[in-house]
């Protein structure tokens, strides 16, 4: 198995300080938003857009009747979407080309396949959730448990749509995954070390 | 986190395996069919009957009409079925209470919820399980991956509805889980190694 690391995660779980602290123990890359600069970069458009295409809602616009059409679909955003997955398949691609590296969502474990990746789906209680999204997140710090719920739904909701749409797989499901990890009752510090111990032994 | 570590495992994806190594490396108790035998010392049921109460469908005897009722439901069967699932409670929190322990299956990271216990899940892709079956159990070497992959599904479908049936949770679902661990391209003995580095750490 290749030191590639592919990391699916459920918003607020922890999987980016994970992947972060996988990447510094085993002195490899770590790839998260740089995919999304770099699409950026090549395809002049916003980051905010093209971060809407990676993990929103896929929002496709039919015409209302087959035989009659009164309203024709936009091919424009079809072709933008097209240009946004192809620019994040050759990105992915050619960072895994570089070297040993860890991969933070983007469903890089289906993008390398071939690589045959270690591929990891961290994950949480909504409880814990709630808590480590209010402690990192400076703009969640005020909001009600209620309305971190929602927003925390609200995300997973969007990654496991693009994920399911991109891949025909389902997210998070853990047949998908090597190893599944739930960061409720386990300190992320202690799995960065032991996921590097097994990764380096492999 | 206690040392209680519990595992749920998908039939042939080497759950057994793994919890004695573990509890060998740990240096404590491992608990299996040890459970099953020490039911059928206190209750004086066969050996066979108490492993399909324990393992296998749940079969429930009800009156052909309600108003009417033509045939009684077996009161004795569920008697029996009441007897031994209290005692498989009162074995797995005996053994907890012994000490540090691995339990593989019978739903213990249920019964042992309070006691806090790492809990944790193994699973393989099928191909991998039939090989291992294969491999591993005398009377599978013979039988065709069909007849193979036929047996573990009807292991597994048995296992999932006595889980769900006696805990109201999924079988197998991570959340219910700590550490998933899918074994089919990571070795035994590596995940054993490191999981104990783990749990001797926490």
Redesign the interface.
């Known amino acids: ?1 290749s030191r590639i690391i592919t990391i699916g995660r459920e918003f607020g779980s922890g999987g980016r300080e994970l992947g972060k602290r996988l990447a510094e123990l085993l002195g490899i890359a770590y790839y998260d938003n740089e995919i999304v600069s770099e699409i950026v970069k090549r395809s002049n458009l916003a980051e905010e857009y093209v971060n809407q295409i990676l993990e929103k809602k896929i929002i496709r616009y039919f015409p209302i009747t087959v035989s009659h059409t009164l309203s024709s679909p936009d091919y424009s955003h079809f072709d933008v979407e097209n240009r946004v997955y192809s620019a994040k398949i050759k990105v992915i691609k050619e960072m895994a080309e570089k070297g040993d590296c860890v991969i933070v969502g983007r469903c890089a474990d289906f993008v390398l396949a071939e690589k ?1 990746p270690l591929r990891i ?1 961290v ?1 949480a ?1 909504m409880d814990k959730k709630i808590e480590r999204c209010r402690l990192k997140n400076e703009e969640d710090s005020n909001l009600s448990d209620k309305a971190l719920k929602q927003k925390i739904v609200k995300v997973d909701k969007g990654r496991a749509r693009y994920y399911e749409f991109f891949t025909g797989n389902r997210w ?1 499901d ?2 998908n ?6 960061t ?3 300190p992320i510090k ?2 960065a070390e ?2 590097a ?2 990764i380096q ?2």
């Open positions: 198995m045959n789906f994950y209680d998070g853990k047949k995954y090597d190893i599944c990890v739930n409720s009752n386990l202690l799995i032991n996921l111990h097994t032994k492999l």
